[in-house]
């Protein structure tokens, strides 16, 4: 069966980094598309990066643009989110999710990971 899960979260202070990974296994991971989105509390879970199956393109929210990596080893069946210059308003549960990219259906998610930032 297909398995996605997060690890690398924690708590960090302004200013600090964090890198994220997400391990997916039982799938072909280079027929999927895999992105980071994001929950904070009462808010609505938001698309953060996506980085396409080849790894050639990457999208990201406005609001972590030029802050924020999103990468993927193949050879791993791992993405990457490395995070730098981290606000408050970053704090959330980050999810995985990789979704194939031909049969949409085939759409997988992690458990989360929680990303803390306060001083």
């Known amino acids: 069966q297909v398995q996605v899960v997060e690890s690398g979260g924690g708590l960090v202070q302004p200013g600090g980094s964090l890198r994220l990974s997400c391990a997916a296994s039982?799938?072909?991971?280079?027929?999927?598309?895999l992105s980071w989105y994001r929950q904070a509390p009462g808010k609505e879970r938001e698309l953060v990066a996506t980085i396409s199956s080849a790894g050639g393109n990457t999208n990201y929210a406005d609001s972590v643009n030029g802050r924020f990596t999103i990468s993927r080893d193949n050879a791993k069946n791992t993405v990457y989110l490395q995070m730098n210059s981290l606000q408050t308003e970053d704090t959330a549960v980050y999810y995985c999710?990789?979704?194939?990219?031909?049969?949409?259906?085939?759409?997988?998610w992690g458990q989360g990971t929680q990303v803390t930032v306060s001083s």
């Open positions: 039982g799938l072909t991971f280079t027929n999927y598309v």
């Open positions: 999710n990789a979704r194939h990219r031909v049969v949409r259906s085939y759409d997988y």
